[in-house]
């Protein structure tokens, strides 16, 4: 088996999926881990590996993978243990319906409310042309404008208000799904899960107005299923700081209950 390096920031949203897919079907890998508040992403050594400057990337032999939804499949499909898709038609295009509604609608909303709340006052202390000659080396036009937003805090009121509502009506639909079956997109855990649970594992944290075991029993129910896997614990075990102490926190609530 060819050698895996992953590059990575927290276990979390975009990094965490191809960290959580790896750690489910028993594959070993090199991890870098990339500080995206310290621009590690931007910087030439890691522009060596992904010219794009996004993060996760994951090297398996010569090959070069990016954008993690497409590293998770590549991932289920390259190597032996667990399937992570399961073998029913419905079942399978369900699971791409929810990833393909989380990268595309439901990720990017708290992707927003996170730069919000805790990327722009993280890089708030740097002077303006410090975030300036930052922004100057994101590859990517999109990017910078994003970074730009977070850094200055230009996100506007309706941005963000379209944000939370997009994210209460996103934890309403994942409640009445899992009230249909064990996990979301089966009843067999799957790609659609890891992707899920890397946006929505602090909901009861981040927003304990919509999801809690009164509010919300099934995602409640799912949550504490998806933290108790092996994997789950494992792949958080190479977090740092603020992300990783809300996920033990709230290991030791479920580990209880």
């Known amino acids: 088996m060819a050698e895996v390096t992953l590059y990575h920031w927290e276990p979390n949203a975009n990094s965490g999926k191809p960290m959580l897919a790896l750690a489910e079907k028993g594959v070993p890998f090199a991890s870098h881990y990339i500080d995206m508040l310290e621009f590690d992403q931007h910087k030439p050594e890691y522009l060596a590996v992904n010219p794009q400057g996004t993060i996760p990337a994951m090297i398996h032999g010569e090959r070069v ?49 996170g730069w919000c709340t805790f990327v722009g006052p993280a890089l708030a202390k740097r002077s303006v042309e410090e975030r300036e000659a930052l922004i100057a080396r994101i590859p990517l036009p999109e990017r910078r404008v994003a970074w730009r937003k977070a850094m200055f805090a230009e996100f506007s009121d309706s941005e963000l208000a379209e944000s939370k509502r997009r994210v209460a009506h996103g934890v309403k639909l994942l409640e009445q799904e899992l009230g249909k079956r064990e996990y979301v997109a089966s009843n067999q855990y799957s790609l659609a899960d890891i992707n899920i649970f890397n946006s929505t594992y602090s909901l009861p944290v981040g927003n304990p107005d919509l999801c809690g075991p009164e509010e919300t029993p099934n995602i409640w129910r799912w949550l504490r299923t998806v933290y108790k896997r092996p994997a789950v614990q494992q792949t958080w075990a190479l977090g740092q700081g603020r992300f990783t102490d809300r996920f033990n926190a709230l290991m030791e609530e479920f580990a209880d209950a």
């Open 65 to 113: 993978l990016t954008e993690s939804t497409a590293i998770m499949e590549y991932v289920n499909e390259a190597f032996p243990g667990p399937d992570l898709m399961p073998a029913d038609p419905q079942d399978r295009w369900r699971v791409r319906w929810w990833m393909k509604f989380m990268d595309q609608w439901l990720g990017p909303s708290f992707s927003m409310i």
